[in-house]
């Protein structure tokens, strides 16, 4: 090859490489076409700085009171069956709360102190309740009236509590009375289905118009829905003030003034218990 031949070809591959970088350079696409198409720039085309996305802050979920937690309540009160009568009754009174009671009622005995009780305008005769055995006491009584009577209250069967019992105003009588009971017989005023009514009382003769806050108080229907003896506990209050009179003046009575009316009362005891905060929520509890 001649020497002038080479030059040409030397020269030539020198332009060739030259030319290369500037043809890739020159043919390189735009990042986004159709923004180059527009006439945008490279720094239009980048994505805008934005913040980060917002997540809605966290609400606290929505506060519910709840009800204090009660206390479960108490299960049904069982008496000790190989425990006497009267000590299965101050029992369920313990049970309630009651503290520091003193027997109310005169008699050694269930038989002497419903011997004991005495009926007013009506008429009475011992019964035998050796044989029932829905029921704990060992004395009972038939009472019953023979004709109307002017007020309610002129028919009783009741009794006076103890001799000189330490006794203040505000201590509570709370004690229990066993009851059955049926109309008779009409009456002028009375028809033979007229409920079947009664009236307990403690009476104090500085104030017989007071009933010693008597609970159950006023006229109590005895429920027919019931068969056989109803239970019935109740609390009064001693009402007169210190040394006014004396424990055996007050009085407790079951009032059976309305028509002709038949009743069997057994099981009959009280106890008077210190007025003290305890034996006041006692008595609430026990009357509910």
Known sequence: MKKSSKIKLIALFLCIVMILPMNFACGEKPADKTAA???????????????????????????TTEPPPTEPPKPPFVADANLPYWAQIYSELEYYGFKNGVKALAGETEQELMKKMAIGNGKREE?????????PFNAAYKIWTTKDMTNFWDASYGMNLLKELPVNEGDIIAGVIWLKGRRAGETENYAADDPVTYHLAVKTPTDWSTESNMNPGGDIILDDTIEGWQKVFFTANVMYEEDAIKSQNMIFNIYIGWGIQEFEVGGVIAWVFPLTDENEIAALNLID
């Open 127 to 135: 019964l035998d309740v050796s044989g029932d055995a829905s029921v």
């Open 37 to 63: 198409d527009n006439g945008a720039t490279e720094a239009e085309t980048e994505p805008l700085a934005t913040d980060p996305p917002t997540t809605a802050a966290p609400t606290e979920p929505p506060t």
